[in-house]
């Protein structure tokens, strides 16, 4: 089968409307946002030389923090200012999605706009402002008629800049829960769907590329004063705009969201919640590529509905616990301390996946490493590879200190590229998962962890306070609760990792459903 016949890409086209509608909708607000407040900023630094140096090394600092950094500090940030309004003024706002990404990306948005405007502004012959004043113009008249349109080309590339740099950068939001075209890519990067990866490229960048060439278009017709370009421009992208967001408006609001974290078995997990929820006649939709701690708080405020974690998760990295506990008492404590979060620990799904230390079976034979402690030995000279999480959680630390483990490298990755690495020989040792299908298809073997050092992870089902005592929604989840053993689980992981049709986590969720159901 080529590339081009892949029944993918109907199933990526399939949710165009929704990922492009929602990526329109925040990168406009963004550059509008940072347009509105930057422009007036450098007019009135343009003749301010200690205003100007402050303005534009502030926009250049934020220049310097990734995008997907700039994002996520947004989040804890603005769920602070929600508590302190509700807790003052009795009110709040959701601090998910669509606020946080509005205000990172206006911000960065506003470097090229203040450099181009302060620079365009600054250029002009002085002798063009003394003959506006000397023919009896006002400041304001001579801006507005003089000095603006002369520096308009240098002002437009600014704003050309920043709309490709916002459209670009939106693509990061989704992992605090924005919909948009990198809904294609950090779901096409964990299921090794490159179709929905090349989907989400192709679609950003011709996105970019039009909005450029239509501003383009407005910025000609600003120059020369043709009003039919102008007005051309703008029509064509409040077309563009409405066409986009047409489905955002017309499409019923689903009654229940259901969350997904970053990784390929979330993926599957939200699709089988979501169907089971539509089977028994309720409305869902997924949020997915989720991080944890962001998943988690969305829950708590109502972002989400429901979702699949872990007990060693919720544990160690969510509630901050130090110490090791046997499953029954951990469960017990988690429950607990969820309750005190309004949160419903609805039931377990009868597996586990825990993060465990991985090495090619045959390597680890020939040099007689069964166990974490047979490793520690080799280490120095062995590199270990890890999700992007893994080497700042808890469990890593408790691992080095119970092990005396340090190795020669460490090296972050995509979860599912680990593995490829690891068949490869690029790394020695990975942080896999137990749950993963992967590790038999690549002949590898899960090192002892004989101190029990390593909390278990059962999977568990968590429920937001606004649905506790949702009947429907519990009825609808039920018949999940202890009928994925960690055999299915493997097994479904194997197949959300092929390359066909059949991979994607819809088609496997279902597959999944017929095996459930059969039990």
């Known amino acids: 089968m080529s590339l081009l016949s892949d029944p993918r890409w109907s199933d990526a086209i399939g949710h165009l409307p929704d990922y492009l509608g929602n990526h329109i909708r925040v990168s406009v607000t963004a550059l509008l946002l940072g347009l509105a407040a930057s422009f007036p900023l450098a007019l009135m630094a343009r003749n301010r030389p200690v205003m100007r140096s402050v ?6 600092i934020v220049q310097t923090v990734p995008g997907l950094a700039l ?3 947004f989040y804890p940030l603005l769920l602070a200012l929600a508590a302190l309004t509700s807790r003052w ?9 669509f606020l946080p990404a509005v205000l990172a990306l206006s911000l960065y948005s506003m470097l090229p706009v203040l450099r181009n405007t302060i620079t365009g502004l600054q250029g002009i012959d002085p002798a063009l402002t003394e003959a506006a004043r000397g023919v009896g113009m006002t400041p304001r008249q001579s801006l507005t008629m003089v000095e603006l349109p002369l520096a308009l080309p240098v002002i437009m590339a600014g704003i050309r800049t920043a709309a490709v740099w916002v459209i670009g950068t939106a693509t990061l939001s989704t992992p605090i829960g924005q919909t948009s075209l990198g809904n294609y890519i950090f779901a096409g990067l964990q299921t090794q769907n490159w179709v929905f990866v ?4 192709i679609a950003a960048a011709i996105l970019a590329l039009v909005v450029d060439q239509l501003l383009a278009l407005i910025e000609s017709g600003l120059r020369v004063r043709s009003h039919i370009r102008v007005t051309a421009g703008l029509t064509i992208i409040a077309m563009l705009m409405a066409a986009a967001l047409a489905p955002s408006f017309t499409r019923t609001k689903s009654s ?3 969350g997904a974290k970053t990784f390929t078995e979330q993926y599957v997990l939200a699709a089988l919640i979501s169907q089971r929820l539509q089977a028994a006649g309720l409305p869902a939709a997924t949020r997915e590529g989720l991080g944890s701690n962001v998943i988690f708080e969305a829950l708590v405020n109502g972002d989400i509905d429901v979702y699949v974690d872990y007990s060693g998760t919720l544990w160690a990295n969510q509630f901050h616990n130090t110490g090791i506990a046997p499953r029954e008492k951990l469960l017990a404590d988690i429950k607990t301390t969820l309750a005190r979060h309004n949160v419903t620990l609805l039931g377990e799904l009868g597996f586990e996946n825990a993060y465990a230390l991985v090495m090619p079976k045959a390597r680890a034979d020939a040099m007689n490493i069964h166990s974490i402690a047979d490793l ?10 890890g999700d992007y999480e893994f080497f700042a959680r808890p469990e890593w630390a408790a691992l080095k200190k119970a092990y005396g483990l340090s190795f020669h490298e460490q090296r972050q990755m995509q979860s599912n590229f680990m593995y490829a690495a690891i068949a490869s020989g690029e790394v020695d040792v990975i942080a896999g998962y137990t749950s993963d299908g992967l590790i038999a298809r690549y002949g590898l073997t899960v090192l002892d962890d004989s101190r029990h050092v390593i909390p278990p992870y059962d999977a568990i089902v968590l429920l937001a306070p606004r649905r506790a005592h949702d009947a429907k ?3 609808a989840l039920r018949p999940l609760l202890g009928k994925i053993d960690i055999r299915l689980m493997r097994e479904a992981n194997l197949r959300a990792s092929g390359s066909d049709a059949n991979s994607s986590p819809m088609a496997v969720a279902r597959w999944m459903w017929t095996k459930i159901s059969e039990k």
Request: one cysteine or more.
């Open 89 to 97: 003024f009795g009110f709040g706002f959701s601090a998910f999605g």
């Open 198 to 201: 090349l989907f989400g490229c």
């Open 71 to 73: 994002l996520a500090l």
């Open 256 to 258: 229940y969201i259901v």
């Open 55 to 60: 303005l534009l090394g502030g926009a250049s």
């Open 473 to 475: 929604l519990r009825d």
């Open 376 to 385: 520690a030995a080799h280490a120095g000279t062995m590199s270990i590879a």
